[in-house]
């Protein structure tokens, strides 16, 4: 059976960056910013990749700032976090969801250590998200939208030893749906033919779908570039990464992006 929004092979495709960053931050002993939910000044719950604060419940965000006087607290109040989970269960899927969620909490109160022993001080912020939307899923919700009909798909297929695919749905500029398509009615053979992989997947979906086919260290070299567009491109040109069918629009899109510094 497939799953039509399969959360974790969405993960491992579109936010690849993250699947080491516990590690990573716990390696270099980088000190980013605490996720407090708190209720007055009392902490509920507190967060921050690959580290431990459950001791800190109960404690005040001051004493917590204070013991933490190189780093950032950023607190939300619980009724308002419940009241977004509330608005987020209306929504169809846990992408949304989790958008829903980021653009909510963009505006925390923030406690800061200060100097001496003066108590720290308490401000409002907005925060420029972090785990910033992968560049595939930007033009797939806004670009390839005036390309394509209201209703279209894109198969992805990191090629090497394995084979990993994936494919997204888009209606009118949201995802729609996101999985791992089950090819096993093909054949082996037949499934590993780019073209008839596009079009057994546009009669299933019943919808135009492009096809991207990568080899999967390209993709992650792309996923991880601030400049991923100059690589998509150039991959395209030589032959690495295959768009099937090739559509020339798209192309000169790419090319455009990557002269603009995408």
């Known amino acids: 059976m497939e799953l039509k929004h399969d959360w974790q092979a969405f993960q491992l495709l579109f936010y690849p960056a993250r699947r080491n960053l516990a590690s990573e931050i716990l390696a270099k ?9 708190s209720q007055g000044e009392t902490v509920v719950s507190a967060y921050a990749d690959g580290e431990e604060f459950s001791e800190w419940i109960g404690a005040s965000c001051s004493d917590l700032a ?13 009724k308002a976090v419940e009241g977004w989970l509330q608005e987020s269960m209306g929504l169809s899927h846990f992408y949304e969801q989790n958008e829903l ?37 930007e033009v797939m919700k806004g670009g390839w939208t005036r ?11 990191l090629e090497g030893e ?4 994936f ?5 009118r500029g949201k995802i729609e749906s996101f999985q791992k398509p089950d090819l096993s009615s093909m054949g082996p053979e037949r499934s590993r033919q780019p073209t008839e992989v596009v079009r057994y997947l546009s009669e299933k979906f019943l919808v135009p779908v492009q096809g991207v086919f990568v080899p999967a260290q390209e993709w992650r070299e792309w996923s ?39």
């Open 29 to 37: 002993n980088t000190m980013g910013p605490i996720h407090v939910v």
């Open 66 to 78: 204070t013991a933490f006087p190189h780093r950032e607290v950023y607190a939300h109040d619980r």
């Open 101 to 137: 969620l980021l653009s909510k909490a963009s505006t925390p109160q923030v406690f800061k250590a200060s100097r001496g022993n003066k108590p720290p001080k308490v401000e409002a912020s907005h925060l420029v998200q972090t785990g910033k939307t992968h560049f595939f899923l």
């Open 147 to 157: 390309i394509f009909p209201g209703s279209y798909g894109v198969f992805v297929r």
């Open 162 to 165: 394995i084979f990993e695919d």
């Open 167 to 171: 494919i997204v749905t888009v209606r």
């Open 224 to 262: 991880t570039s601030a400049r991923p567009w100059k690589k998509v491109s150039a991959s395209v040109r030589q032959g690495q990464a295959k768009l099937v069918p090739f559509r020339p629009v798209l192309a000169g899109m790419m090319v455009v992006k990557a002269l603009m510094g995408g």
